[in-house]
């Protein structure tokens, strides 16, 4: 069952053309890395995913619903870009994380306001939904491993444990798809490993997941299919063994080539 499927996805800043009609499509539970240089077009394929950047052409399919279509964005109302964005969950390179509210707060915020904008809920509604979500973030915290830096706020904990809350505040909201964008770049190589074993640990979930990456050990093991890009096109797709142990294009070639000191 097809969960994603982009076609012509294409975007320019100005005369640079970025994405240069990007078609790929992956299936429920499948995990799809990306890799590349910087500059190839990586994360601002994620940002068009997620309605960060306005796409110039192409659309966006979730589970057989046509969720972006670059030719309707502009009509897009607030209320609908939000809802298309909850289709697809974004972890950032650096957290963002709001410093003035602890890790509970962090997770609940989004799914808590949510709550309390809906007028069809009386006020004893709002109270039981508000305690089930604080619930369900505690045992989402758990299962990444921070039960106890529930009340912590994000200066009391390290890199590591808040791209985990990250993580997690990307969890409660259930979107049908999970993205990562470079999830350990900002991180040093004891941190990087403590997070991406929580995202390995993810895949046992059945969840959809697409991952832009640096890491290429870790794309190899975990993918269940890769995709290379370089300059703004999909140079070369395939799983983890087509990609990595018989690598088709000289650029591909040149890029692990380059890489070897990562495996």
Known sequence: MIMLEIKNLRKSFGSTEVLKG???????SQVLSIIGSSGSGKTTLLRCLNLLEKADEGTVSVNGEVIIDAKEEDNYTDNEIRDKRLKMGLVFQQFNLFPQYNVLDNITLAPITRVKKDKSLSKEEKAERIEAIKSEARDILASVGLSEKASSYPC??????QQRVAIARALILKPEILCFDEPTSALDPELTVEVLKVIKELKTGERTMVIVTHEMEFAKNVSDKVIFMADGVIEEMGTPEEIFDNPKSEKLKAFIHKSQDNF
Not at 22 to 28: A, G, R
């Open 156 to 161: 009391e904990i390290s890199g590591g444990q």
């Open 22 to 28: 990007i078609d790929f499509s992956l299936e429920k």
